[in-house]
């Protein structure tokens, strides 16, 4: 096994106009006060990597030209749409007037694990400042919390670190299908053996393949166990 070089992953990109014109996933982040321009690089190119639909940089936090925001977003806020706003509670509220389910990324009281969350599409992920967390205001607008469970001695993660975990688990759900089939076949695995260790039928497996059959949570888990293990 080798890693693909820059060059090599570059071909396999479209080009600017394709790029610009597929569309995004119905996610959106919101970052409600950061104080660290490199973290704002991060959550652009995390934001990047799931195509998320739009990032709204909130009251405080630094935006883009500014050198540290490129020293880790890697040029991504350039394909990434974002808009500054003065406040995220206002934001939260207006997204979800538009029909988002509005998501606080945070250890609150009553988290959920990431895959233990019923997502709706669109959903809107807050993300907090980096001392004091997502404001109690923007809590007050969510509709659930979700955290990643803190196994460590450290009280939390990296907020873009964080945000990059919910991200790719709620991405799972968009196209769940898409996503255990890609996983499947890089393990070499057929349908009827991913049935077989998951504990989940054969026809199950391959009507959530072909998306015409939307998976539970429990099922979801015991797929992934399998393909991840
Ligand atoms: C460093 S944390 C905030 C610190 C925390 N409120 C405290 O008092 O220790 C900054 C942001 O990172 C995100 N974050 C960090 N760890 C997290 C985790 N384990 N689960 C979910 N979000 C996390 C949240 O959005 C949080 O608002």
Not at 68 to 81: N, Q, Y
Not at 121 to 143: N, T
Not at 208 to 218: C, F, L, M, N
Request: some cysteine; proline content about 6%.
């Amino acid at each position: 096994m080798r890693a693909l070089t820059s060059e090599e992953l570059r071909k396999t990109k479209p080009d600017r106009e394709t790029f610009q014109a597929l569309p995004r996933n119905p996610i959106a982040v919101v970052v409600d006060n950061f104080t660290s321009g490199f973290n704002v690089g991060a959550v652009f190119r995390a934001a990047d990597a799931f195509l998320v639909g739009r990032v709204y940089l909130c009251g405080t936090t630094p935006v883009p030209p500014k050198r540290r925001i490129a020293k880790t977003s890697r040029g991504t806020e350039r394909w990434v749409p974002w808009e500054a706003r003065p406040d995220a509670a206002e934001v939260a509220r207006e997204l979800r007037a538009q029909g988002h389910q509005i998501i606080a990324v945070e250890l609150a009281d009553r988290s959920a694990p990431p895959w233990g969350v019923d997502y709706r599409f669109p959903v809107c992920f807050v993300v907090g400042d980096e001392m004091a967390g997502v404001s109690q205001r923007v809590l007050d607008e969510a509709d659930a919390a979700v955290a990643i469970p803190m196994l460590g001695m450290g009280n939390s993660m990296n907020v873009a670190s964080a945000l990059s975990i919910v991200l790719y688990e709620a991405s799972l759900r968009l196209r769940p299908g898409a996503e255990i089939r890609r996983l499947r076949l890089q393990k070499g695995m057929s349908l009827r053996e991913l049935g077989e260790k998951s504990g989940v039928s054969y026809s199950t497996i391959c009507e959530i393949e072909r998306g015409r059959r939307h998976p539970s949570h429990k099922t979801l888990r015991r797929i992934l166990a399998v393909l991840r293990g």
